[in-house]
């Protein structure tokens, strides 16, 4: 069975949801026959490389929120970041374009490193104080560490061709499938999730998809996810 995750690294939910997910795939009785391939979504496409701001400033800027706003947001996010065991700077991190990124997963995929590769990008991007966006040494250091050749990863950064038309593609073929924010979850092109959805709700989806053949059925809609209007905010506990 194939499960395809479309989802972006600026996406918050996106990282929560993968931890999510994970939790459910690991206790499948299925799991070592489960394929697990990830899908460029761009939260913010035609966002130049060199256009970058904190993380708080983007949100009061796009969203209208206040700084206030943004950062309980953030802060909240934290927390259920935290829930799922994963690391979360809540302050002074960046936002910036996520496209040379989805470039080097699509390397990856073909090198059988796209799961290492999105994982260390999440937890840079997410955990770690040093920026992702706007350094492509950096991107060449983390692509190393998934197992890909730095020589290689530094060509394809410096032809903004390279990969170009996949991720294209990819946002292309989630419009299609009604994909409007992400994380957004197809198993074996029957079942769609929709958002960060709690992991019983994806070992659900893994049990009913198994084996099946049937146009694509959302289970569950509406869990917090990442759009164009924004990303969902937890509420307070």
């Known amino acids: 069975m194939r499960v395809e995750i479309w989802s972006d690294i600026a996406c918050p939910w996106c990282y ?3 931890a999510r997910f994970e939790k459910a795939l690991a206790a499948f009785p299925h799991r070592d026959r489960v394929e697990v ?11 130049a490389k ?12 796009k969203y209208g929120m ?27 991190r960046d936002h910036g374009s996520t496209f040379d990124m989805h470039r080097l997963l699509h390397l990856a995929k073909e090198h059988g490193r796209q799961g290492e590769l999105i994982q260390l990008l ?20 983390i692509a190393g560490a998934a197992g890909l ?15 170009a038309d996949e991720v294209r593609a990819d946002q292309r073929e989630a419009a299609q499938l009604g994909a409007n924010g992400v994380p957004f979850f197809v198993l074996d092109r029957a079942y769609g999730v929709s958002g960060a959805q709690p992991a019983e709700v994806f070992a659900q989806a893994l049990t009913q998809a198994w084996g099946e053949r049937s146009p694509l059925r959302l289970i ?7 759009g164009p209007d924004g990303c969902a905010v937890p509420p307070r506990p």
């Open 37 to 47: 391939v990830h899908r460029s979504f761009e939260l913010d496409p035609g966002r």
């Open 66 to 92: 206040s700084e206030a706003q943004a950062q309980a947001g953030e802060d909240n996010l934290g927390t259920q970041a935290a829930a799922e065991g994963l690391a979360y700077r809540t302050r002074d």
């Open 122 to 141: 999440y937890e840079a991007n997410f955990a770690e104080e040093r920026s992702v966006f706007g350094d492509d040494e950096r991107l060449v250091e």
């Open 16 to 18: 929560v949801g993968k």
């Open 220 to 226: 569950e809609d509406g869990g917090d996810a990442c």
């Open 149 to 163: 050749d730095p020589d290689e990863v530094r060509k394809v950064l410096a032809d903004p061709t390279a990969y």
């Open 50 to 61: 060199d256009d970058i701001q904190p993380v708080v400033t983007m949100l009061t800027k």
